[in-house]
């Protein structure tokens, strides 16, 4: 076909990282027009504050010495929890026939580990952090931050990627330990539970050190210390004396929440629910506590005001992340929860909103694994670890927020449902199952869409952004077949790393799409701000009554705002039970570099340049990808782990990266049109002018184009063979 080979061009340019960034008068009228007058003048006031000292005045320093007034706390004035200390014996049989289905003794492995100073990393990596931690060091450099200063003069990235020192200060051990010592009663699990506490406290003295500057983490730890003072309450190393020092610890933490709060509500994200969160579950479990009201009143206000304004109507969240998705449901079921148990409910209208956020994900699962399209920032956060399912299975979250509205289940019972013992009881585990139907799906104000195969589906993203993007992700395809992710994003590995790894897989190159010019589809003006914000449209999604086509096709203006603009439209078409079609069309006056992109996994492959067909040898047997465009003049490359920058990289958890597949095809010209086929079949493809025509052994498909650009890039599909069907689109709109 007279593809050029261009070996020398592995890595995608990092230029555009740099020349993009706005001045700094273009990011403050941004900034005005998207956030508001209020929003800029609030956070240039903090800017002050911070920079003159003010916040640490405002939360001055302290020591622990300072609260023993809390020494009255006793183990008998605590709000209602999840479960009763007591019920132990009752659930130990329950949690050891989930660790049958997995990997027996598990948990308990795990929970020796700690013993070691072995703790898990972002639900997956593991790292010898010794005995106790040194809690201000970046475990996976050695740098550490002052645990002598005020939080608000600590830098965000003085020590490398913060999150790897406050991961551990989550406390999230804690949860491992409580659910080896209820299958277990090793009485030893308490007192290390104990034992960090104590050497936490020892080292991080109020609002000194990194681990006091952001409340959503202050919320986290608090949330980890309550289910271990619920859980190991009755064990032989609590005592009066550590419960009224973990009381004080609590009581402490709510101050410096509070007195912050106005900041993480200013993010619009998950940050502000989290800090209103801990506010409400200090208020309620903690009552003797001179603010417990206040601080209780404050957090459901909060909680209400967040969740009906960032819960959008269809379902999606504000912050564009399946993973903060998954931390926003688990924010709200504990919210839910404690309050159904100690008589404070939170509104109807907020529920009703949660539960389209727990619709909206079970949409969007595969079938087989009940993982999901890793759109969006995936920062490693799994606040409640409650179960033996990997990282990735977002099962727990979607069977534990269905419960909670219907008292129905939507899986078999499976590792997934120990979430439901330990949140809501026994009697859980025997809920009816009702199996819900996933179908083609589309969620308009968040800009997510589906279609489903039966065999797998395609998940891309269009939308116009109403708050601020995380990724220039915009007509990223996803696909999925046979449990496995074939076209599939790279993930997030970084937020703070050394170059090349800064939190590079956020810019449009690394995403399943075409870039102009390696142009990012928006400016980025910060580690976690782009301007502008894009608009998408989508312009038709259907489906054929008889259900063997379906096609889907949006568009985005990221590219018009380039001095030569440029149009790009997708389209995604199914053909059949298993193959895909996925179209691109770009249109502009001058000459341009029109680069296609797809990441795959790291499966044994065939490659042939001539024709540009990857062949993948899956554990469900061979699939194929086939790239081409016209005009004919482009090349292809393909890479595998590229040493030099990270490309064919992914990234499925946070501080880890696996080699995957990159395969890129680059034309330059005014205009292009790119096709990508997607099938376990092989397939010959035929294009001309105004047609394409896929033969493979069972079927045929004649696809007529659009001359214009008004109407959708395909206006007919008649499908031949085993199955039939036919597809009209001339008239296809999308409301």
């Known amino acids: ?101 997995v990997e027996p003794q598990g948990i308990i492995h795990e929970a020796e580990n700690i013993k070691q100073g072995i703790f898990s990393q972002f639900s997956h990596n593991h790292i010898d952090a010794g005995f106790p931690p040194r809690w201000n060091v970046n475990a996976a450099t050695g740098d550490a931050a002052p645990s002598d200063k005020h939080w608000s003069q600590i830098s965000d990235f003085g020590a490398g990627d913060i999150k790897l020192i406050w991961e551990l200060s989550r ?21 290390l539970f104990w034992r960090l506490l104590e050497d936490w406290r020892l080292n991080n003295q109020p609002n000194l050190g990194p681990n006091w500057k952001c409340g959503q983490e202050i919320t986290f730890r608090v949330m980890a210390w309550c289910f271990g003072l619920h859980g190991f309450l009755n064990a032989q190393a609590t005592t009066a004396e550590r419960l009224a020092s973990l009381a004080g610890m609590i009581a402490v933490s709510g101050e410096r929440i509070e007195g912050n709060i106005a900041y993480a509500l ?64 688990h924010d709200y079921l504990w919210a839910f929860r404690l309050g159904d148990l100690n008589w404070q409910p939170l509104s109807e209208e907020l529920k009703d909103r949660v539960a389209k956020a727990g619709e909206w994900i079970y949409q969007l699962q595969d ?23 990997d990282y990735l299975d977002f099962r727990p979250v979607v069977q534990a927020t269905h419960y909670y509205f219907t008292w129905e289940r939507l899986f078999e019972s499976g590792p997934w449902d120990e979430d439901l013992l330990w949140l809501f009881g026994p009697n859980a585990l025997s809920a009816p199952v009702r199996t819900g139907t996933r179908k083609d799906f589309a969620a308009p104000d968040g800009g997510y869409y589906v279609l489903r195969a039966d065999t797998g589906f395609a998940f891309t993203r269009c939308a116009t952004f109403r708050d601020r993007p995380g ?35 956020a810019h449009t190159a690394y995403h399943n799409t075409v870039t102009v010019d390696d142009r990012d589809q928006m400016d980025r003006a910060g580690k976690f701000l782009w301007f502008p914000w894009l608009k998408g449209k989508v312009r038709c999604m259907k489906r054929s009554e008889t259900g063997h086509l379906a096609y889907w096709e949006g568009t985005h203006d990221g590219y018009l705002r380039l001095p030569s603009p440029v149009e790009h439209r997708r389209g995604i078409l199914q053909l059949g039970p298993e193959s895909w079609l996925v179209i691109d069309r770009l249109s502009g006056s001058k000459a341009h570099r ?26 469900a047997g061979d699939y194929h990808l086939q790239a081409g465009a016209e005009p004919r003049n482009g090349s292809y490359t393909l890479v595998c782990a590229d040493e030099d920058s990270p490309r064919g990289w992914r990234a499925p958890y946070y501080n880890y990266r696996e080699p995957a597949l990159s395969l890129d095809l680059t034309v330059h010209g005014s205009q292009t049109f790119f096709w990508t086929l ?58």
């Open 1 to 101: 076909m007279g593809w050029k080979n261009c070996r020398a061009d592995r890595g995608y340019p990092r230029q555009q990282a740099l020349f993009m960034i706005p001045s700094v008068f273009r990011r403050l009228l941004f900034s005005t027009r998207y956030f508001g007058p209020s929003w800029l003048a609030f956070r240039l006031k903090y800017s002050l504050l911070q920079n003159g000292g003010l916040l640490e005045k405002k939360m001055p320093p302290g020591n622990w010495d300072a609260h023993r007034d809390f020494s009255k706390e006793s183990r008998h004035s605590y709000g209602r929890f999840f479960f009763s200390p007591d019920s132990r014996t009752d659930f130990q049989p329950l949690l050891n026939s989930f660790d049958n289905e």
């Open 171 to 191: 406390f999230s051990f804690v949860y491992p330990l409580v659910r080896a010592y209820w299958r277990s009663g090793d009485e030893s699990y308490p007192e």
């Open 266 to 329: 200013s993010q619009r994200n998950n940050h502000g629910i989290s800090e209103a969160l801990g506010l409400w579950t200090i208020g309620l479990l903690f009552t003797e506590l001179p603010n417990a009201q206040r601080w209780r009143e404050k957090g459901r206000r909060y909680l209400e005001e967040q969740g009906k304004s960032l819960i959008y109507e269809d379902g999606s969240f504000s912050q564009h992340s399946v993973n903060y998705h998954r931390l926003m449901l």
């Open 367 to 389: 079938e087989a694994t009940g993982r999901v399209p890793w759109c969006g920032q995936n920062d490693g956060a799994l606040i409640l670890p409650l179960n033996n399912c």
């Open 471 to 505: 990724q220039a992700d915009i007509l990223h395809c996803d696909l999925w077949w046979q449990g496995q992710n074939i076209a599939l994003d790279a993930g997030t590995y970084s937020y703070n790393a050394p170059e090349p790894w800064n939190n590079p897989l």
């Open 594 to 619: 029109y680069r296609l992109r797809w990441l795959l996994p790291d499966f044994n492959h065939v490659w042939d340049e001539s024709i540009g067909l990857l062949t993948l040898r899956t554990e």
């Open 678 to 735: 997607f099938s376990p079949e092989s397939i010959c493809v035929e294009k001309s002018e105004d047609h394409v025509i896929l033969r493979s052994p069972t079927w045929q498909a004649d696809l007529l184009l659009s001359p214009d650009g008004t109407s959708p890039m395909i206006a007919h599909i008649n499908l031949t063979g085993n199955p039939a069907d036919r597809l009209e689109l001339n008239e296809c709109m999308f409301s």
